[in-house]
């Protein structure tokens, strides 16, 4: 299992459009890929599917939010690599 943790720096965070992108990248892999983030006002653990639009929209992460990918498969150094660097390019808004 290949997991990391990166800060969403995003304007809008993981919402709409950066969501709708994050789950297309997600779903070129055939790994089980995970997202998950700490809600800042009770403290849970959320954890959703990656490849899940749904699930992605309900986390509800916002600029300043830390998140936690993994990924366990064939290709799950790729997942998490191509998903760290899809977050760290703002989803391509630079």
Request: charged fraction near 30%; charge should be negative.
């Amino acid at each position: 299992m290949k997991e990391l943790k990166i800060v969403v720096n995003n304007a809008v965070g993981l919402h709409a459009r950066p969501a709708s992108l994050f789950v297309q990248a997600a779903a070129k892999f055939k790994s089980d890929i995970s997202v998950s983030c700490q809600d800042p006002e009770t403290d849970e653990i959320r954890d959703v599917n990656a490849k899940s639009i749904l699930g992605v929209l309900t986390l509800g992460v916002f600029q300043g939010m830390e998140i936690t990918i993994k990924a366990d498969g064939e290709d799950e150094v790729a997942a998490v690599d191509t998903l760290i660097a899809l977050v760290k390019d703002d989803f391509g808004e630079k």
